[in-house]
């Protein structure tokens, strides 16, 4: 069996030493000949809590496709992914050694011809329940709602369903033992769906402090996905001439985007990092993320710690890398504390165990 061995300071303890790999486990036993990889920082595996595998522009893509996107992420640190929504079915990725760990929460659910085209299951109101309940059968504990999104009816952001639809939707998912969380970027969405219970808010650009006093009460996370709520004058601008009050809606919640997602990390909302990966965004720059969650206003090891060890610790893996923990971790030549940076360019990514990437 070949052990490897590691230096140098393991965050977010800062513990300086050496520790080793054995059998896909992380041991502080000393072996004495095993090989020295790396010398560095070491971060346990980098979680993006919001990432698409499967999917592009169009809808679904090939496997070959959805594999590649995978190992972008996974060369970029991302050795844990929370798969906000895919029409792909990537469960065959969880037999890949050589993949990320996946948390796959199924296809989109949105409301008919109120989501991305080739995305999501789009049903009415009378579906919404039995369509939870198949997606949180075949998903991996989550369940993906699209809150809300443009009417062209009404020719502004709109609720997908009602509140008590979406009660329902949620109740159903928890009797099928998935959590829930959905789409938001409005405002009028949200009361309804944290008070029925939801678990987690994704982009969250609608909050208020009411909002957010509930969502702490409530036990609430949020994963803002920081980079893809810049393009929302883009999005304005698309829908300027056919739809002037949705651009205005989209440029007011762009406005006190900074404002909004401070008040909620203020007042003790659990956030996480998510690239958007798949989505509207490229693979494999949860760097990214993490260093637009630090301009937003988090300290530096706030922002690391929402995409890594706090996000692991959320999804249920080892928050530390301590004695027989699952050996997924990242090494950097630098402190990323120090330089969030360093983070865009791993020295080597150890996944169940195994070099998968070093440069
Ligand atoms: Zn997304």
């Known amino acids: 069996m070949t052990v490897l061995r590691f230096a140098g300071t393991t965050l977010p303890d800062g513990d300086v030493g050496e520790f080793f790999v054995a059998d896909g486990r992380i041991t502080l036993e000393a072996v004495p000949d095993a090989d020295l990889v790396a010398t560095g920082w070491i971060v ?14 169009l809808g679904a893509v090939s496997r070959a496709e959805a594999e590649q996107q995978a190992i972008m992420d996974r060369d ?44 999501a299951h789009e049903v009415e109101p009378g579906e919404l329940a039995a369509t939870v309940a198949r997606e949180a059968a075949a998903g991996d504990g989550w369940v993906k709602l699209v809150g809300d999104w443009i009417s062209r009816d009404v020719g502004d952001l709109m609720p997908s369903f009602t509140a008590e639809e979406f009660a329902l939707a949620i109740a159903t998912a928890h009797e099928y033992g998935a959590k829930v969380t959905a789409h938001c970027f409005g405002e009028e969405v949200l009361a ?34 920081v980079m893809q709520l810049e393009k929302f004058p883009e999005y304005a601008a698309a829908g300027e001439a056919r739809f002037p009050a949705y651009a205005s809606t989209m440029r007011r919640l ?42 937003l206003g988090l300290p530096a090891a706030e922002a690391l710690g929402a995409a890594s060890w706090r ?49």
């Open 44 to 57: 346990p595996g980098l979680v993006d809590a919001h990432c698409h595998l499967g999917l592009d522009d």
């Open 76 to 119: 970029g640190g991302a050795l844990l992914i929370r798969d906000a929504g895919s029409p792909l079915d990537t469960s065959w990725m969880q037999e890949r050694p050589e993949l990320p760990r996946l948390i796959r929460c199924g296809r989109h659910i949105a409301r008919t011809r109120r989501y991305l085209r080739n995305y």
């Open 192 to 225: 309804g769906l944290i008070d029925a219970g939801i678990d987690c808010i994704e982009h969250g650009t609608g909050l208020t402090p009411e909002l957010i006093a509930l969502m702490v009460e409530r036990g609430t996370t949020l994963v803002p996905t």
């Open 254 to 295: 762009h406005a006190s985007t900074r404002q909004t997602l401070m008040a909620a990390y203020d007042a003790g909302v659990p956030l996480f990092a998510g690239s958007d990966g798949g989505g509207v965004a490229r693979h494999g720059n949860l760097a990214g993320e993490v260093l637009a969650l630090a301009e």
């Open 311 to 359: 996000a692991r610790a959320w999804l249920g893996h080892n928050p530390t890398l301590t004695e027989g923990d699952p050996a997924d971790f990242v090494v950097y030549d630098a402190d990323p504390i120090r330089d969030l940076r360093v983070l865009q360019a791993p020295r080597v990514v150890v996944l169940r165990g195994r070099v998968v990437y070093s440069r």
